[in-house]
């Protein structure tokens, strides 16, 4: 019986990485009606980032991991700004193909950047194991998932109480009444990329954290989120 729970637990911290990818693919189709197909190269993008943050500038894990998020956020309000939203109005479907087009830009840009070495992120302590009720979890999942339910509940919050959230929840209802009320739909696309960026750097963060560390095929973890959105809705 123990064995089921620590295989569950396991399987809970994977989890955590495909629930951050998954909200990121959520929230921009709430907001824009498409679907990204971006998100394994903000992942990858947003793990470097942090990655250079701790080899080159010397950040500890956790200063690295919030320049990593902020980089990341830009990033994806860069790709909104210059190849989406030029778009606006077009077919769905073609946005969709941007955002693959997107997606192989820049992952053939950070694999050049990568080369064939691994680069791993060092979590402080993250071999330390701790026992709970008779479970075994290192220091660096129980991390990732004490990160993942703060990332969720403070989503939540901003959805429900910021003017910024419900002016997104607004938008994803409908961007004609949205704009009728005076709400920067522009902005809220924007916005929703942001989020997304910066939520995929942190799964790209604690992927890079463990094992080798991130590496060229590493991108097809986020495609494994998918599932996870299959189960919980698109529009959930």
């Not at 894990?61 to 919030?66: D, H, Q, S, T």
């Not at 990341?72 to 109005?89: C, I």
């Not at 920067?184 to 799964?203: D, K, N, S």
Request: hydrophobic share 55%; glycine share 10%; with cysteine.
């Amino acid at each position: 019986m123990t064995s089921f729970f620590q295989a569950l637990l396991d399987g809970f911290v994977q989890g955590s990485i495909y629930a951050l990818l998954a909200l990121g693919f959520v929230i921009i189709y709430k907001a824009t009606q498409v679907i990204s197909f971006a998100q394994p190269a903000l992942m990858v993008c947003g793990g470097l980032f942090s990655y250079h943050s701790m080899s080159d500038w010397g950040l500890p894990f956790w200063p690295a991991l919030i320049v990593g998020m902020v980089l990341g956020a830009l990033l994806g309000m860069v790709v909104e700004r210059v190849a989406l939203r030029p778009m606006l109005g077009k077919p769905v479907f073609t946005l969709a193909i941007i955002t693959i087009g997107v997606d192989i830009v820049l992952r053939v840009l950070a694999n050049r950047y990568m080369g064939a070495n691994p680069r791993p992120v060092s979590f402080p302590n993250g071999s330390v194991q701790h026992e709970i009720f008779g479970l075994v979890i290192n220091q660096q999942r129980l991390a990732l998932i004490a990160t993942t339910t703060v990332v969720v509940i403070v989503l939540a919050l901003f959805f429900k109480y910021s003017k910024a959230g419900l002016a997104m929840r607004a938008t994803a209802l409908s961007q004609e009444i949205s704009l009728a009320q005076g709400i920067r739909v522009g902005a809220m696309f924007a916005l929703a990329w942001a989020i997304a960026g910066g939520l995929a750097a942190i799964a790209g963060t604690f992927v890079a954290s463990t094992g080798a560390g991130l590496e060229q095929n590493t991108w097809v973890i986020a495609l494994k989120a998918l599932p996870a959105i299959i189960i919980g809705g698109m529009d959930s």
